[in-house]
């Protein structure tokens, strides 16, 4: 299946609590490899790769990324080469036995992604052009796509998530780490619509980041449900995760849209939503990172999410 054959997936009614309506929208149905914000966030970007008569596909993250996952297999899909620049250097050192021991990466190199591991001072640089020189040198002429996939053609894509019938939600929320998915959502909402950021990062730096990417106004960020910082998860999450696909038979990754709808129930519990307010709630995918964080909750002792 191609990136361009979207198709519309119908929002979907999760519950009515204190007068206030919410709803989710199947983003992680988009595509079963490529789903969610990534669908978004890669269509330009592959288009423009292909436009621009590139081959090869460099990109960033962590080892247990969505952002990996899904350009790997995007790349497959167009039959671009894909290079994955994995932070952590170590994992390099024996690679059969980081691919046997990593799903994320496992997958990805099963779509033929190469990787290239770095260590963790060198990846603070992976913005740098000496970063690409370095890369170039290697792999030859390559087509960038930023950590996380947010640049400006990432955010274009973004903006195609809401549709006209979205119009008639009071307030749409998203799960942000780079702040390209809630920026496209932002600039496609309609003034009268109020837009929440729930940061998977610890801390304010978001808003500045959004704040450079939008010219709106009519959004804002709910800072207190990182859970102690990026992929920080505890037993209280997960059973929320638990519960929530035990109840409405929709799963949940434990990095971002986790997170979200815990924030989202909290908040209505508070009272922050004034009666007969109507919530979209952005499904950005990311599921495939569950049984990678099944994997560090079972060394922890802590309850795995269920698959
Ligand atoms: C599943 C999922 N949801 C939300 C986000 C946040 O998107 P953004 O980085 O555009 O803020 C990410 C990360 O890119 C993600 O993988």
Redesign the pocket.
């Known amino acids: 299946m191609a990136l361009q054959q979207e198709h519309l997936i119908p929002n979907e009614f999760i519950t009515e609590i204190h007068g206030v309506s919410l709803f989710m929208k199947r983003e992680?149905l988009l595509h079963p490899e490529v789903?969610?914000?990534?669908f978004r966030?890669l269509k330009y970007n592959l288009k423009n790769a292909i436009f621009e008569k590139h081959s090869k596909i460099v990109t960033f993250g962590g080892a247990y990324?969505?952002?990996i996952a899904a350009t790997a297999a995007a790349g497959k899909l167009y039959g671009l080469k894909t290079i994955g620049v994995i932070r952590g250097e170590e994992l390099g050192k024996d690679l059969e036995k980081t691919i046997q021991e990593n799903p994320t990466l496992q997958f990805a190199s099963s779509c033929g992604m190469e990787f290239e591991f770095i260590s963790r001072e060198d990846y603070r640089k992976k913005d740098s052009d000496e970063m690409l020189e370095r890369l170039q040198k290697k792999f030859g002429l390559l087509y960038l796509v930023p950590e996380?996939?947010?640049n400006s053609l990432?955010i274009k894509g973004?903006e195609e998530i809401l549709s006209e019938e979205d119009k008639n939600f009071d307030v749409v929320c998203?799960?942000?780490?780079?702040?390209?998915?809630?920026?496209g959502i932002i600039n496609s909402s309609s003034e009268a619509q109020k837009i929440i950021?729930f940061p998977?990062l610890k801390g304010d730096f978001?808003t500045s980041e959004v704040e450079k990417l939008t010219t709106k106004k009519n959004w804002g960020m709910a800072i207190d449900y990182h859970f102690g910082g990026y992929a920080k998860v505890n037993s209280d999450l997960v059973n929320f995760i638990n519960n929530f696909k035990l109840q409405y038979n929709i799963a949940l990754?434990p990095?971002?849209?986790g997170k979200m709808m815990y924030g989202i129930f909290d908040l209505i519990s508070k009272d922050h939503f004034s009666e007969n307010t109507r919530i979209l709630a952005v499904h950005?995918?990311?599921l495939q990172?569950i049984p990678g964080m099944n994997q560090v909750l079972r060394k922890k002792g802590l309850p795995q999410i269920d698959v």
């Open positions: 992680d789903s969610g914000n990534k966030k990324s969505n952002h996380g996939g947010t990432a973004c998203c799960a942000v780490g780079t702040g390209g998915t809630i920026s950021g998977a978001l990754d990095v971002y849209t950005t995918g990311g990172g």
